[in-house]
């Protein structure tokens, strides 16, 4: 069966299950939408369907049912997100947002930016689900929030306090040599409360030099203070790995070690009508790369990224409208050194003043907002966001519209990268519109959405003399498609949910590369009193990739299908399993770096 065939067959069948739910409905009921409260599309909450964006959440009870190991494992399955990662576990992870370069997607932890100063994007090959409640995904330009990093769309993932901790461990085994043990603890109640959690995963790889070796421990604490309610969260994570290169040049010898920290501290006091909340975030990492240059001698790579950011805001609230008012303080740094091609240091800071007002007249929601950033390495910048929401038969269906403008500056590799560097950059700067209608009759959630970016002064590595290449603004770009999703509960036990994304993009400049045309999912959730489980179906279409010199090349197609489930055993134990790849297909996410076959992780849980 052609592949194109096949998705639609099961765009057809899930549809079908949406629309009727015959095949899975276990119940005639036909229970109430819930409607989904976000704080990333405005930083304050708010009901999602007021928003005018593209909001998407991975709740708690959807990350248990998965028995996914990681931030990336859930977000493969929303419409418009790719994950791309090089081979096996621990290989470098990044997101590309509706065709957007993934250094314009921002990810933050209770707020504390991960992107790396040094690189642009989030890693988010180590980022375990530890301590972890809830994630959001908005789409779009976020810059007049977020600043520079948001060009493309929001990853917030938030913790759990201590009283909604879990208190139990868990370990299992699996192929490729896997062992996981992980733990979680917590206490509290209100708005106190501690909660600690933690994980060790060891695995030997589907490569020579793939093994992987890391460790996460992430907490949290909630106490009452002078009216308000401080908040404290930490994690740090260690890991040691191969870096067995592509198949092409491969690199058995490589190997590299990383430990990164950060912390957060958040005090919010609530008025009557009013809301006031002071941040301080800081995120380090230490890195270390072990490498053989052409000539077989052994080179070292070690850099050191750091970021710090204080911010406040103000909220004003009546039963019509929300005023938001904010400043921000950034600093971040870089030392990089390596033994063959040498070192730099860098250092930039920035402040920002930004402004929202949401307004509620009857049936329409709408959105304005602006800000204004000034760095000490660029010019200032001004950013704006509008959207417009109008709700129809009393929240059973709506239409919105937004529109907005973002930038991005220039990473410290990408400006003084020894030998490569171009430090004559200047930011990328995007205009983007989208528009989209929901449904939420007959049980069942739809939505469909229509966007278009729009982005100049890309940065591309070019050749710029024989043999010597360096990043240069030369690029302009337009990225559009069309998403749609859609999600029932069918009765008591049994959910699914389906994501279909098409993707169109042109260049003046080189193509884009690693953007499928087409992305879909389907889901299958089952919850009962004794078991849970999950089944999600993956489709990644056609897109190129630097395969070949002078390239780039078409890669293939793919389909995944995993599962995650656990069963209460009684005695206080319980089984759990997570399976990738249940059907062993062939496939490279990057070229030239094969991922894994069926891959299995299965075992016992206790409450503590």
């Known amino acids: ?52 964006a593209s909001v998407y959440t991975i709740d708690r009870d959807e990350i248990e049912r998965s028995q996914a190991e990681t931030v990336e494992d859930l977000l493969r399955t929303l419409p418009g997100i790719h994950v791309i990662q090089q081979g096996g576990f621990g290989g470098a992870t990044t997101v590309v947002n509706r065709g957007g370069n993934s250094t314009g997607t921002l990810v933050m932890i209770d707020g504390v930016r991960i992107n790396n100063p040094m690189l642009g994007g989030a890693d988010l090959a180590n980022l375990t689900l530890d301590q972890v409640q809830r994630v959001e995904v908005v789409k779009g330009p976020f810059t007049t929030l977020y600043g520079a990093d948001a060009m493309s769309g929001v990853v917030q993932i938030f913790t759990a306090s201590g009283a909604q901790t879990d208190d139990n461990v868990r370990a299992g085994v699996g192929n490729y040599g896997s062992r996981r043990v992980d733990f979680s603890w917590g206490t509290g109640e209100g708005l106190q409360g501690l909660g600690i959690s933690g994980s060790w995963l060891q695995t030997d790889g589907v490569r020579e030099n793939s093994n992987y070796d890391g460790y996460t421990v992430a907490g949290r604490y909630d106490q009452p203070v002078a009216g308000g309610v401080l908040t ?21 010898e490589d190997h590299q070690s990383t430990t ?24 380090q990492e230490e890195y270390e790369y072990d490498y053989m240059d052409f000539q077989g001698a052994t080179q070292m790579s070690t850099a050191e990224p750091t970021f710090f950011e204080a911010s406040y805001q103000r909220d004003w609230m009546t039963e019509d409208a929300t005023w938001t008012l904010g400043g921000e303080w950034r600093t971040k740094e870089a030392d990089y050194s390596d033994t063959s091609l040498g070192d730099y240091s860098a250092d930039d800071n920035s402040k920002a003043v930004f402004g929202q007002v949401q307004l509620r007249p009857g049936p329409w929601r709408i959105v304005a907002g602006g800000r204004w950033q000034d760095y000490d390495l660029f ?26 403008t973002a930038y ?12 490569s560097g171009n430090d004559d950059l200047v930011p990328e700067t995007s205009d983007s519109w989208e528009v989209g209608l929901w449904n939420s009759l ?25 043999f010597v290449w360096q990043p240069v603004n030369v690029a302009r770009a337009r990225t559009e498609g069309v998403e749609v999703s859609a999600r029932r509960q069918h009765g008591e036990h049994w959910s699914d949910r389906l994501s279909v994304t098409r993707l169109k993009w042109w260049t003046d400049g080189n193509p884009l590369l690693r953007r499928p045309d087409w992305t879909a999912s389907y889901s299958v959730g089952y919850d009962a009193d004794r078991t849970q ?28 299908v995993n599962l995650g489930a656990t069963h209460d055993l009684g005695s206080n134990l319980e089984l759990w399993v997570r ?21 299995i992780l299965a075992g016992l849980s206790t409450d503590l």
């Open 1 to 52: 069966m052609h592949r194109h065939t096949a998705i639609a067959a099961l765009i057809a069948l899930a549809t079908s299950l949406l629309a009727g739910g015959a095949l899975v409905a276990d119940t005639d009921e036909e229970p109430a939408i819930e409607v989904e409260v976000t704080f990333s599309a405005t930083r304050t909450e708010e009901r999602a369907t007021d928003v005018a």
């Open 232 to 252: 404290a969260t930490a994690r740090w994570f260690d890991y040691d790995l191969g870096v067995p290169g592509p198949t092409t040049f491969p690199t058995p």
């Open 260 to 283: 990164t920290g950060l912390a957060s501290l958040v005090w919010t006091r609530e008025g009557l009508s009013s809301r006031d909340t002071v941040r301080l975030g800081y995120w």
């Open 379 to 404: 010019d200032s910048e001004t950013t704006w966001r509008a959207g417009v929401t109008r709700i129809f038969n009393d929240g059973e269906w709506g239409a919105w519209a937004n529109y907005g």
């Open 408 to 419: 991005r500056v220039p990473t410290f590799n990408e400006l003084f990268f020894p030998g």
């Open 442 to 466: 007959d049980g069942a959630t739809i939505d469909i959405v229509y966007f278009n970016n729009e982005f100049d002064n890309l940065i591309e590595w070019r050749e710029v003399q024989q």
């Open 533 to 560: 489980a999950q089944l999600d179906i993956l489709y990644v279409g056609d897109r190129l990739d630097a395969v070949t010199f002078p390239g780039p090349d078409p890669v293939a197609s793919y389909y995944l």
């Open 579 to 599: 399976a990738n790849n249940l059907l062993d297909e062939d496939y490279e996410a990057t070229a030239n770096y094969p991922s894994p076959g069926l891959s």
